[in-house]
């Protein structure tokens, strides 16, 4: 069974970095596709960024493009995502999922993470 622990979310003021940790436990991930969403109130979630466990490839929405950076950690089980230069509209709460390569949806998802941007 696949769980996805969030952590790392605050409240910050704009410009401001943040570092989200998403702890991943159950069977080998290097098959997986690892994303970061996003969802604000009152609006759909709003895909961020993925990263491939295996071949560390990655993709940004352009919301994020030159902020953020994916990045995965094989030894801790553990995807990252840094968000620098912070600003209010990425306020939401972030969710971590995960996908199976032999699959085309995200399977699993953690519980989220508040981020919270002020001006």
């Known amino acids: 069974q696949v769980q996805l622990v969030e952590s790392g979310g605050g409240l910050v003021q704009a410009g401001a970095s943040l570092r989200l940790s998403c702890a991943a436990s159950g069977p080998t991930f290097s098959n997986y596709r690892m994303g970061w969403f996003r969802q604000a109130p009152g609006k759909e979630r709003q895909f961020v960024a993925h990263?491939?466990?295996?071949?560390?490839?990655?993709f940004y929405a352009d919301s994020v493009k030159g902020r953020f950076t994916i990045s995965r950690d094989n030894v801790k089980n553990t995807v990252y995502l840094q968000m620098n230069s912070l600003k209010p509209e990425d306020t939401a709460v972030y969710y971590c999922a995960a996908q199976r390569a032999t699959t085309t949806r995200y399977e699993y998802w953690g519980q989220g993470t508040q981020v919270t941007v002020s001006s």
């Open positions: 990263i491939w466990w295996s071949s560390g490839g990655t």
